[in-house]
């Protein structure tokens, strides 16, 4: 049997990212708060190379507004 915790690694694109967030801020805030965390850190240092720090602080926001609604 799998390790439950084995990590993978996906390739998405960042609109596939945002879509991903999108769908977790539909969900209980104590079940996904952790995912989200681990997605935008993970995608927090790609993006500010390419888009700058703004972008991601906007996809940061937009969403916990959503997980607070």
Known sequence: MQDIKQNITLNITLEEANLLLEALG???FKRVFGLVGKIQN??????NGQNGQDNHQNVISQKQEEVNV
């Open 42 to 47: 993970q995608a927090a240092p790609q993006v």
């Open 26 to 28: 539909e969900m209980p």
